[in-house]
């Protein structure tokens, strides 16, 4: 159980950090598979 308490946090650590850039390359590309905003096109001057 003591060696738990130690092995525990290395484990946690790189899968947590794996979790997080997975999440983020998620939500970025969702925001690249929007059409980008075109300025003249969508309001006329």
Known sequence: MNQLLYVLP????PIGM???????MRSRHS???QPPY???KDHPR
Do not use: E, Q, S
């Not at 290395?10 to 650590?13: A, E, G, Q």
């Not at 794996?18 to 983020?24: D, P």
């Open 10 to 13: 290395v484990l946690v650590c």
């Open 18 to 24: 794996a979790l997080m850039m997975w999440f983020m």
């Open 38 to 40: 075109n300025v003249n």
């Open 31 to 33: 925001a690249d598979a």
